[in-house]
């Protein structure tokens, strides 16, 4: 083993001497081409690399990713793709109806439900933590940021009242509360394990970003940005959790529990197959 080229061993391996040879560029450059496994990833990024520059330079010289030509005020190329998806929901009531009640139900049926399980269940704020920051930023940035509204707007009241969803025609597009808040439900019901309110919520992102993109309801970047936002809204609340009850790095632990959840699961499982073959 001491023989072995020290660019082939493993960092743990390498004494202090070695592994200061490998902060240098072409240490590093020597160490990952050297050793098998990594010689792999390395091309990758080297092809990454190359490939990014490329475009940067091709758009800097002919400028073929940003649009030039006049837009009036702004346009959403995904609300252009699925306008005869809008016009045909335009002209036919019940169907746009149906899809709209359906997505709004399935959004009572998330928060509702985990409202009453935080209710009977819950042992921290972090709920609050969560949901509260998403809601007052989105409220403010509506406030001071306002996008007209498109052509088409079909997303009306559909007869059926909604708990969650009201439907008055309001400039509340920037950023989407709709997906924000699904995301939240399914980022939450899958660390609580409730699989089947797991997949509900999963299937409410996907059907409230396809009616309020067809409904013209929301523009594109206000349900992706909703999705980003609630995703990192709920880290945030792990973290104020985290830190309430004294945890060093709150996201870190929750990795690892999911880590050791997940080992523990294994041994389980090789239990049971264990003592499967032993009575067979």
């Given at each position: 083993m001491d023989d072995q080229d020290p660019y082939l061993k493993d960092d743990e391996e390498l004494d202090?001497?070695?592994?200061?040879?490998?902060?240098?560029?072409?240490g590093s450059l020597k160490s990952q081409w050297n050793h098998p496994e990594?010689?792999?990833?390395?091309?990758?990024?080297?092809?990454?690399?190359?490939?990014?520059?490329?475009?940067?330079?091709?758009?800097?010289?002919?400028n073929f990713i940003h649009k030039d030509?006049?837009?009036?005020?702004?346009?959403?190329?995904?609300?252009n793709w699925l306008l005869p998806l809008t016009k045909y929901f335009k002209n036919h009531e019940s169907p746009r109806n149906s899809m709209i009640i359906l997505s709004s139900t399935l959004v009572d049926i998330c928060?509702?439900?985990?409202?009453?399980?935080?209710?009977?269940?819950?042992?921290?704020l972090r709920l609050l933590y969560t949901i509260a920051p998403f809601y007052i930023i989105r409220g403010l940035t509506q406030r001071i940021f306002a996008i007209s509204?498109?052509?088409?707007?079909?997303?009306?009241?559909?007869?059926?009242?909604?708990?969650?969803?009201?439907?008055?025609?309001?400039?509340?597009?920037?950023?989407?509360?709709?997906?924000?808040?699904?995301?939240?439900?399914?980022?939450?019901?899958?660390?609580?394990?409730?699989?089947?309110?797991?997949?509900?919520?999963?299937?409410?992102?996907?059907?409230?970003?396809?009616v309020l993109l067809v409904t013209r309801g929301h523009f594109i970047i206000d349900l992706v940005f909703g999705i980003v936002m609630a995703h990192y809204m709920y880290l945030l609340g792990l973290w104020i959790e985290g830190?309430?009850?004294g945890s060093d790095n709150p996201c870190l632990q929750l990795i690892?529990?999911?880590?050791?959840?997940?080992?523990?699961?294994?041994?389980?499982?090789?239990?049971?197959?264990?003592?499967?073959?032993?009575?067979y």
């Open positions: 202090v001497e070695e592994r200061n040879k490998r902060k240098t560029i072409a990594r010689k792999k990833f390395l091309m990758l990024k080297i092809a990454f690399v190359i490939i990014g520059l490329a475009l940067l330079i091709l758009n800097s010289a002919h030509e006049g837009v009036s005020c702004f346009e959403d190329v995904t609300q928060m509702t439900s985990l409202y009453l399980f935080w209710l009977f269940y819950g042992k921290s509204f498109p052509d088409y707007f079909i997303f009306q009241d559909p007869g059926f009242f909604s708990i969650t969803v009201p439907y008055f025609k309001t400039n509340d597009f920037f950023f989407s509360g709709h997906v924000g808040v699904c995301t939240f439900f399914f980022l939450e019901y899958r660390r609580q394990k409730f699989r089947i309110l797991e997949y509900t919520a999963f299937v409410a992102i996907f059907l409230n970003f396809f830190s309430v009850k690892g529990e999911r880590e050791s959840e997940s080992a523990d699961s294994d041994d389980e499982e090789n239990y049971r197959s264990d003592y499967t073959s032993k009575i």
